[in-house]
């Protein structure tokens, strides 16, 4: 029975994406061998891992390598490996699913602009199809582990939006990826070039790269290639060699490979840990947060090595969740080497690797963010951009690192009056007025919110800092940090406002007063309101505005019940506090309202509800109070 052969078409708008891809990197175009290489050793990393629980899988072909050829006369250039080899089903799943870790936002993300497209390209995982960069065809074969011969397959297309797969005959394991090469790129059928950029980019790869030797031949007056392997890289662990051996732009390739990024990364971290566990961590923090940065359930980060033998990708026992976007290689020698995921949950050991790690990243940030030098503070400023609403989550699911995490935690405030996020809580507590005792915080929905909630008031005229907390992870994170250097944290909006030693004695007996003056009116529009509100006091932190909503100091805020809502979740019931200003005169005018006394009343809780961020269960009845009261004071119907 002869081999069936089928055309089946790409699971993506290939065109674009190849066009996009070819235009976005052309500047770059030697980053395919990268991919491709990295791509062999991956196999191969994968292949020893299978192998540790069947040894049988390597055959009579123990030894890993990755090979480079070319053609000049076909005008070809192939990668091979004798890894883990593809299967049919495998080949049509991972070579036929262009982005399959997101078509939909790959495309959606699209920009038109080079250099972020070319972002966008290492963080959807298609580096293969660099290949097209530079070949207007590309054939692979390939051969899994363990399968019969007769089981092989040959997967080609030329990009136009379909590729052909068929089941072949192949004696050796392992894939072959050849290229054939456009029109002017005869670059890459040089060994000089292709040695430079193996070196350039691949050089850290810890299997051996080998290419045909080449020697001079004076007959022929050109470098003629001869049947001896020689080995290109320098194929030995990056994180293994002594840091003084290792250059910046080493460092940088390196992080290329493990992330699959085609950015350099913002920092990193390269230690050796010796003890009860001993182990070496190279890690590294991303210029760029992924697409996928806020799905939590997203696999990311950590290669695991034992003694340099490969055990598994993403790792995600070696570093928590909000540090999702750390990526790198941790080498332990004390784990087996047949670790599973399973064994990893509960070994002790792991613990203790992930807890150094921890450490690092922490300590790494805090040496960015401390920084004597204007550039390493600027990186700081770029990592919170991209990572700090991630980062936050540590306050909450990392008690042991809680104080460090803190000290990483930037905010807007009233400092500035800007939305940038430069505020540190140190900062604010150095900022703090004699006989200021708490930090005080406002949250809203929006910075424009924030910055111009009616809650301020008081704050503005004293000259009280408050940091103006918009993201919708600070209402969870202000609730589990309750403190910060023995400086309770106190939302502006929640409870009774004591102000302690910053208000005067004049200011309480006023205030005092007041309450007592207004108890006749208060008890009225409480009775007005009814079920709607909780309470109705007369406010000491208002200056300009007639109302505010306040929650009591154990309920929801309001825009923590907003973002419940919004994530359909059912908020526990809690009913706002009502504080009105006994100096505006709006209220002054309440106190002697007779015929509209409910409109009014029914308004100061509209407009306190709206100024804070809230929606209104009847709009149309507050658009109905305004037009009256509007038209009944233009008739001059004022009472």
Request: aromatic fraction near 8%; charged fraction near 30%.
């Amino acid at each position: 029975m002869g081999a069936q052969k089928e055309t089946l078409g790409f699971q993506a708008e290939v065109k674009q994406l190849l066009n996009l891809m070819i235009h976005s990197l052309y500047s770059n175009k030697e980053i395919f061998l990268r991919e491709l290489i990295s791509n062999a050793s991956d196999a191969c990393d994968r292949l020893r891992f299978e192998a540790l629980n069947n040894a049988a899988l390597y055959g009579d072909d123990a030894e890993l390598k990755i090979r480079i050829s070319f053609d000049k006369e076909a005008r070809t250039l192939s990668i091979s490996d004798n890894g883990i080899g593809l299967s049919r089903d495998e080949a049509v799943e991972h070579l036929g699913t262009i982005a399959k870790s997101g078509t939909r936002e790959f495309f959606s993300a699209l920009t038109g602009d080079q250099a972020k497209d070319a972002h966008l390209i290492g963080q959807f995982g298609v580096g293969f199809y660099s290949s097209y960069i530079v070949a207007d065809k590309v054939t692979v074969v390939s051969r899994r582990a363990g399968v019969e011969a007769n089981q092989a397959i040959r997967w080609e297309s030329s990009g136009e939006g379909d590729f052909t797969i068929e089941v072949i005959e192949r004696g050796q394991r392992g894939t072959e990826v050849t290229l054939h090469l456009r029109e002017g790129e005869d670059e890459f059928l040089s060994s000089w070039k292709v040695r430079e950029i193996i070196r350039k980019y691949s050089d850290h790869i810890t299997l051996p790269i080998l290419m045909k030797k080449e020697q001079w031949d004076e007959e022929k007056k050109a470098q003629v290639v001869t049947d001896e392997d020689e080995t290109v890289n320098q194929a030995s662990a990056l994180w293994s060699r002594p840091k003084s051996e290792i250059t910046d732009e080493q460092y940088r390739e390196f992080y290329k490979h493990v992330a699959h990024d085609f950015e350099d990364p913002l920092a990193h971290v390269h230690a050796r840990v010796e003890g009860k566990q001993e182990y070496t961590q190279l890690l590294y923090i991303p210029s760029r947060a992924p697409f996928d940065l806020f799905e939590r359930t997203a696999r990311h980060g950590i290669k695991l090595y034992v003694r340099r033998v490969f055990i598994m990708d993403d790792a995600e026992q070696l570093m928590p969740l909000y540090l999702r976007f750390v990526r790198g290689v941790v080498d332990s020698n004390d784990l087996p080497l047949n670790v599973s995921r399973e064994i990893l949950q509960q070994s002790r050991d792991i613990e203790a690797i992930r807890a150094g790690c921890v450490k690092k990243v922490l300590g790494l940030l805090e040496s960015l963010a401390d920084s004597e030098e204007a550039s390493e503070r600027e990186k700081y400023v770029k990592f919170w951009q991209e990572f700090g609403r991630v980062l936050k989550e540590g306050i909450g699911e990392d008690f042991a690192n809680k104080e460090r995490i803190a000290r990483l935690l930037r905010y807007a405030s009233t400092h500035a009056d800007t939305p940038d996020e430069n505020v540190s809580l140190a900062d604010y507590v150095t900022r703090m007025k004699d006989g200021q005792e708490k930090i005080y915080y406002v949250t809203a929905e929006t910075f424009t919110a924030a910055r111009n909630s009616p809650h301020l008031e008081i704050f503005r005229k004293k000259g009280i800092e408050v940091l103006l907390l918009s993201d919708r992870v600070d209402e969870w994170v202000a609730g589990h940090l309750t403190e910060f250097d023995g400086k309770p944290l106190q939302s502006v909006a929640k409870g009774g406002l004591d102000l302690g030693k910053l208000e005067d004695v004049a200011e309480k007996e006023e205030a005092e007063k007041a309450a007592d003056e207004y108890k006749e009116l208060l008890e009225k529009v409480k009775k007005t309101l009814g079920d709607k509100v909780k309470d109705v006091r007369v406010t000491h932190r208002l200056t300009d505005s007639p109302s505010c909503l306040v929650a009591d100091q154990y309920d929801l805020g309001g825009n923590l019940q907003r973002i419940l809502k919004a994530a359909g979740q059912q908020a526990p019931a809690s009913k706002p506090i009502l504080e009105i200003n006994p100096k505006h005169p709006a209220v002054q005018r309440l106190k002697y309202e007779e015929t509209r006394f409910d409109d009014w009343a029914n308004l100061l809780l509209e407009q306190a509800t709206l100024a804070e961020g809230g929606s209104l269960d009847d709009p149309a009845g507050f658009v109905k109070r305004i037009n009256d009261l509007m038209l009944a004071l233009s008739l001059g119907g004022g009472r």
